[in-house]
Every structure is written in C-alpha cells, then in structure tokens.
C-alpha cells in the first residue's frame, strides 16, 4: 500500500496531500533520530509516521494545549533568510504552525500530539503536568499572586 493512501491527509486541514505526506515524514523522521538516541527498544519510522497520523485525525485542526485554530497553510512555508531578516517579529507568524510534541505513552514509549509551534517551544521538554505547572505559575504572577 502506498504511503498517500496510507496516510490521507484530513479534509479539514485544508492541505494538499503531497504536501502532507512529505511534512509527516519530516516530522517522523526527525523525531526519530532524536529518540532513537533516547530509548532502548526498536522504534521504526512507520511507527512514527503511524502514531503522528493518528494524532493528526484525533485533534489535528487544534493545538491540543490550548485549543487553538492551527494553520496548516503554513506548513512547509518557513524560510531561513526570511526569519534571519525579520527575526522574532518573522518567528511569531508561524505561532499556529502543526508541530508534533511529544508524550509519554505506554511501556516507556512515546505518543505524540499536534500543537502550535509558539506552544511546543514554550512547552519545551517539560512532561504535561510540569508544564501546567508553569503555567499556573505565570498566570498566578500576573494576577498579582
């Protein structure tokens, strides 16, 4: 079975499948190589892409933090001259661009969710509960706490 019939990109996300399969990839592949250096049982790229595809089909449409619209137009469309010229002000329109973040899930592996990239850099390498944690933290800051 072929990989785009595999992996049919949601109506609802609005984005060529060409496009899709290619950003699914990427983002397997990178995440990957990272945990391949992570864990110590056997992890496949078509586990990975498997895993993220059905996070996408789960809540693809809305970071799964903070329940915000994602654009998925932006997929594929940062350029590294760009953000080098228009710096963090470049950077901030890509807030609601699909990213994948990590979960812990069954057995020590890994699960993952879709969320904005401003939320998953926020969000960095803190686990769900430490993260609420900060940001209880911050919100409690600014309501004079």
Not at 34 to 47: A, P
Not at 115 to 144: H, I, M, P
């Amino acid at each position: 079975m072929r990989e785009t019939s595999r992996y049919t990109v949601p109506k609802a996300l609005g984005v060529d499948q060409t496009i899709y399969i290619r950003w699914l990839r990427r983002k397997a592949k990178a995440h990957l190589d990272r945990d391949r250096k992570r864990v110590t049982h056997e992890i496949t790229g078509e586990e990975y892409r498997r895993l993220i595809h059905a996070a996408v089909c789960d809540h693809g449409t809305h970071d799964f933090y903070t329940g915000e619209a994602l654009n998925w137009s932006l997929i594929s469309t940062y350029d590294n001259k760009k953000s080098a010229e228009g710096r963090s002000r470049y950077k901030a329109s890509f807030a609601l661009l699909p990213t994948v973040d990590h979960i812990s899930g069954e057995n020590g592996r890994y699960d993952f969710v879709i969320c904005g990239w401003r939320t998953n850099d926020a969000k960095n390498d803190l686990a769900y509960e430490e993260f609420l944690d900060l940001c209880r933290r911050v919100v409690a800051k600014a309501d004079g706490g």
